[in-house]
């Protein structure tokens, strides 16, 4: 710096202790930009309905991005939660974390709660159980558990894991077996689980977490069967 070989924005600064925000301010050396390593952070998010998870929207309503204040460093949700669904989402900067939480070949387990129209019998449990065939495509197997009822016999709330990232696939499941979703909540993404933040709030993950998560990243599902030459 005393040798005026460091500029900030273009100004050259030769006053020691001078400062410059990383990942915003153009820091170089002898003209060459200096790479700083970003923190990466792994925040969890309880989204409410009506809010779109991206960073930003062209119908200009809310997303969750505004829902993230204080977070400074660009981060992005991992997956997706519809505009009309709540729960859990993470957000991270981490890139390959991102990308093995949402590829299907990892499986990560997707957990949600569904308030469905009507009651579902077992035969309908066993069909979303097996997978069903949706905009051509069958979805995965499924994990499903309905819940004791309630008062109320017109709907059923039900517990379905699932383990792809399709754009509403839990309501179109549901769609497909004649009992519409009334309302939506993802309760887990693979080991996070946080039945104690308030919808609308948001949190640093812990370290623990962070590693769990990674542990769920990196496995691999089963290798599809060769099929047999008959």
Same mark, same amino acid.
């Given at each position: 710096?005393?040798?005026?070989?460091?500029?900030?924005?273009?100004?050259?600064?030769?006053?020691?202790?001078?400062?410059?925000? %990383?990942?915003?301010?153009?820091?170089?050396?002898?003209?060459?930009?200096?790479?700083?390593?970003?923190?990466?952070? $792994? /925040?969890? &998010?309880?989204? =409410?309905?009506? *809010?779109?998870?991206?960073?930003?929207? =062209?119908?200009?309503?809310?997303?969750?991005?505004? /829902?993230?204040?204080?977070?400074?460093? $660009?981060? *992005?949700?991992?997956?997706?939660?519809? *505009?009309?669904?709540?729960?859990? &989402? @993470?957000?991270?900067?981490?890139?390959? @974390?991102?990308?093995?939480?949402? #590829? %299907?070949? #990892?499986?990560?387990?997707?957990? *949600?709660?569904?308030?469905? /129209?009507?009651? =579902?019998?077992?035969?309908?449990?066993?069909?979303?159980?097996?997978?069903?065939?949706?905009?051509?495509?069958?979805?995965? %197997?499924?994990?499903?558990?309905?819940?004791?009822?309630?008062?109320?016999?017109?709907?059923?709330?039900?517990? !379905?894991?699932?383990?792809?990232?399709?754009?509403?696939?839990?309501?179109?499941?549901?769609?497909?077996?004649?009992? =519409?979703?009334? #309302?939506? +909540?993802?309760?887990?993404?693979?080991? !996070?689980?946080?039945?104690? /933040? +308030?919808?609308?709030?948001?949190?640093? &993950?812990?370290?623990?977490?962070?590693?769990?998560?990674?542990?769920?990243?990196?496995? +691999?599902?089963?290798? %599809?069967?060769?099929?047999?030459?008959?």
């Amino acid at each position: 710096m005393l040798e005026g070989r460091v500029t900030v924005n273009g100004v050259t600064v030769m006053e020691l202790g001078t400062k410059a925000e %990383p990942g915003k301010d153009d820091i170089r050396v002898d003209g060459r930009r200096v790479k700083v390593v970003e923190q990466h952070r $792994y /925040l969890l &998010l309880n989204k =409410p309905r009506g *809010y779109v998870t991206t960073r930003s929207d =062209p119908q200009r309503r809310p997303t969750v991005i505004d /829902l993230l204040r204080g977070v400074r460093e $660009y981060v *992005y949700p991992v997956g997706r939660l519809d *505009y009309e669904s709540e729960g859990l &989402l @993470l957000f991270t900067n981490d890139g390959d @974390l991102a990308a093995h939480l949402t #590829h %299907p070949s #990892h499986e990560v387990a997707r957990v *949600y709660e569904a308030r469905v /129209l009507g009651v =579902p019998d077992a035969h309908d449990l066993d069909r979303l159980s097996r997978g069903l065939v949706i905009d051509g495509r069958r979805t995965a %197997p499924a994990e499903v558990r309905l819940l004791p009822r309630g008062r109320d016999a017109a709907t059923a709330t039900l517990v !379905i894991t699932i383990h792809e990232g399709r754009n509403r696939q839990v309501r179109d499941m549901f769609d497909a077996i004649g009992h =519409p979703v009334e #309302h939506l +909540k993802r309760v887990a993404i693979g080991p !996070i689980r946080d039945a104690k /933040l +308030k919808l609308g709030h948001w949190r640093e &993950l812990n370290e623990a977490e962070v590693e769990r998560l990674k542990k769920a990243g990196a496995h +691999k599902g089963a290798a %599809p069967r060769a099929r047999k030459k008959k």
